[in-house]
């Protein structure tokens, strides 16, 4: 598995695997992208770790439907790609990363976890 931290009220878009973004005729699924129970807080904002499969090397991640920006504005053209990152990246991500305030865990349900791409 590979991991990101996702913003909340953030979202996945487009995902990229070897052979360029995700083809759902060629694999015939959705990736597999699910949300852990672990939220770090960092400089008042929460980061949701989520994991995907490993032939996963990219996600294209966005503001949500009424997600504000911190001008007022609705996040309009706000793309980003997120990098992803190994178990063991993570872990040393936790323990040497300064600026982490808290570490929570979520109560999830089997369904809530799950994530589906934005058209």
Not at 26 to 48: F, G, H, K, Y
Not at 98 to 107: M, N, S, V
Request: one cysteine or more; aromatic letters at 8%.
């Amino acid at each position: 598995m590979k991991y990101f931290f996702l913003s909340e009220g953030w979202e996945v878009g487009r995902v990229w695997e070897p052979a360029g973004i995700w083809n759902l005729a060629v694999w015939r699924r959705q990736p597999l992208i699910e949300q852990t129970a672990l939220v770090v807080i960092e400089q008042d904002e929460r980061l949701c770790l989520y994991q995907v499969e490993e032939a996963v090397l990219m996600v294209e991640v966005k503001p949500g439907p009424g997600l504000v920006n911190h001008s007022g504005q609705q996040g309009i053209g706000q793309v980003v790609l997120k990098r992803l990152m190994t178990a063991e990246q993570v872990l040393t991500y936790l323990i040497s990363h300064g600026g982490i305030e808290k570490i929570e865990q979520l109560a999830l349900t089997p369904n809530s976890a799950e994530m589906s791409l934005i058209p």
